[in-house]
């Protein structure tokens, strides 16, 4: 395995409450993503990191905020969670910004659902 | 706008035939193609990839095959295995845009015994 945990692996929580992911890897590696992933949609991207306090929006990031503190942790905040943000979120990482032919290693994901 | 499409959500094959799976894509400035398997309740693993310069990659029981002019690309699985029974994402990334990885939907593969 590549050293990529994420946590919760199941959450249910309700409309309106704050929900915070975690990514938490042991490779020391500077990229981190989030992706959910949809039916009919396949992965969007989150947000992603470049490094320590470096982060930037991904294609679907309203709604969404991340931190990343240490390089090993990459936090993913639902402000006020809704019904649309129910879905399987994934953490990535990868070593280098040119992953070549190998792209990302991703964790098992969390599944949340928003009631 | 999906940049990477998979038109076919389910694919049924059987035990020993091959298994062709399909992605089109829309940004002709992408240079890198992968595909990723995912089994339930895991995350995605990769599986091969094709260089834009290429038009062929085999690894293995595994084939992705590239035509730039069409802007498509195939995953041949020759010969399907029940252990092949996931989903199966077609991947692209360009410089561009850092090669971060854009998806398609997924196509989800059952090999029948």
């Known amino acids: 395995d590549a050293g990529i945990t994420q946590s919760p692996r199941h959450k249910v929580t309700e409309t309106g409450t704050p929900v915070t992911l975690r990514c938490h890897q042991t490779?020391?590696?500077?990229?981190m993503y989030w992706y959910r992933q949809d039916p009919g949609h396949g992965l969007r991207l989150i947000h992603y990191s470049y490094g320590v306090k470096d982060t930037d929006k991904g294609e679907v990031s309203d709604g969404y905020s991340v931190s990343r503190s240490k390089t090993e942790d990459f936090l993913l905040t639902l402000e006020s969670a809704t019904s649309s943000q129910t879905s399987v979120y994934f953490c990535?990482?990868?070593?280098?910004?040119?992953?070549?032919?190998?792209?990302?290693?991703f964790g098992s994901g969390t599944r949340l659902t928003v009631v | 706008d999906q940049q990477v499409k998979q038109n076919s959500p389910s694919l049924s094959v059987q035990e020993g035939r091959i298994s062709i799976l399909n992605c089109d894509y829309t940004?002709?400035?992408?240079?890198?193609f992968l595909w990723y398997k995912k089994y339930p309740a895991e995350g995605p693993t990769f599986l091969i990839s094709i260089s834009s310069i290429k038009d062929k990659n085999e690894d293995g029981r595994f084939t992705v095959f590239l035509n730039k002019s069409a802007k498509h690309l195939s995953l041949h699985i020759v010969p399907s295995q029940p252990g092949d029974s996931a989903v199966y994402f077609c991947a692209a990334s360009s410089y561009r845009n850092d090669y971060k990885l854009s998806f398609g939907a997924g196509t989800t593969v059952t090999v029948r015994a």
């Open positions: 940004n002709s400035m992408f240079d890198y």
């Open positions: 490779e020391n590696h500077r990229y």
């Open positions: 990535a990482i990868s070593e280098s910004l040119f992953t070549g032919g190998y792209g990302y290693t």
